[in-house]
């Protein structure tokens, strides 16, 4: 379930109340007159079953409930209710396969941000697996893929093209491109800098890895698994286990990818450097395949769902 917190202009109202009550899958509808003062208002605070949320949201938002007002939207973790056990019974499908495209667009959006945080976490991840491929440690390689953020931005594009919002298609790009380049550069002179040290050597990234030397070798298996992760990572997303994400991000080489292209970089290894890009790209664009693929099946599916449901409701 889902608990709505809005503050709904006074001439809004009762429209906004009768959107609610013919929302399938709505209970414990409260409304406080007057109650709201900046912005001035009505509060109303309503329940609402996952998988008929985002009609509620499409409707309130219509309403332009969310320029002169406020919608906030939280996740109920125990509701002991027989109206909300009747509530999600009634609503259509399962609330683990709904989507609140709303709130994707808006996590992928703030996901996609160029922000110090995001250049840090980008740079840090690829330093790490920096010291994972020249020191050939599968430990490192796979902490590097956790902390990688880059599953973010590609969700955004994936979002993007799904709901057609050119906007967050673009900001989207802008931050995988301008993220793995700025990493790139970072861990080139972080080898620089460990090769000036002693700690780095041509010899170590020349020398045989059995434990990561796939990572600038990509083969058939590099995109399937990608495609694999991409969709696995869609469906974490919308059905909120994010647990499951660090699955993903430890299944898929991109962040590996970029640096061992950095390394070889340094060192001038263009053969390395070549293959490491191609299983960057090869990944990156798997994954955009499969959750853009997932992004469409979910919304065709829940059309389908929501289309039987009202075509019951007329008969009835």
């Known amino acids: 379930m889902l ?31 007057g109650a709201a003062l ?6 109303v605070l309503c329940d609402v079953a996952r998988e008929a949320g985002d009609e509620l949201l499409h409707g309130l938002r219509g309403l332009g409930i969310d320029q002169d007002g406020s919608i906030a939207v939280e996740n109920i973790d125990l509701s002991m209710s027989t109206r909300a056990d009747t509530a999600e019974e009634e609503a259509p499908g399962e609330g683990a ?22 250049f840090s976490f980008m740079g ?14 599968a430990i490192l390689i796979v902490g590097a893929m956790a902390v990688g953020p880059e599953f973010g931005p590609l969700a955004g594009v994936c979002t993007a093209i799904v709901q057609r919002a050119p906007r967050l298609a673009a900001r989207s790009l802008m931050a995988l491109l301008v993220g793995f ?33 796939f990572i600038w070798q990509p083969d058939p298996f590099s995109f399937v698994v990608a495609l694999l992760a991409g969709a696995a990572g869609t469906l974490s997303l919308t059905s909120s286990k994010s647990g499951a994400m660090v699955g993903v991000a430890i299944s898929v080489t991109t962040v590996p990818a970029a640096a061992n292209a950095a390394v070889a970089l340094s060192y001038g290894e263009v053969g390395q450097m070549w293959g490491s890009v191609q299983q ?6 798997g994954i955009m395949l499969a959750g853009t693929a997932t ?20 008969r009835g």
């Open 124 to 137: 840090l991840a690829t330093m790490i697996a920096a010291c994972g491929v020249v020191l050939d440690n």
């Open 38 to 43: 900046d912005p001035s208002g009505d509060l």
């Open 181 to 213: 380049a700025s990493a790139i550069l970072a861990t080139t002179l972080f080898s620089l800098l460990m090769d000036w040290m002693d700690l780095f050597s041509q010899s170590m990234l020349d020398a045989e890895r059995p434990q990561t030397s």
């Open 3 to 33: 608990h709505l917190r809005m503050i709904v202009p006074s001439d809004r109202t009762s429209a906004a109340v009768r959107l609610i009550e013919s929302t399938v899958g709505t209970t414990h509808l409260v409304v406080l007159a």
């Open 280 to 285: 960057l790209l090869l990944n990156l664009l």
């Open 97 to 118: 396969d709904a989507v609140l495209w709303e709130q994707l667009a808006e996590a992928t959006h703030e996901d996609s941000t160029l922000s110090f945080t995001y």
């Open 295 to 314: 992004l469409s099946l979910q919304k065709r599916l829940w059309r389908t769902q929501r289309g039987r449901l009202k075509r019951r409701l007329r």
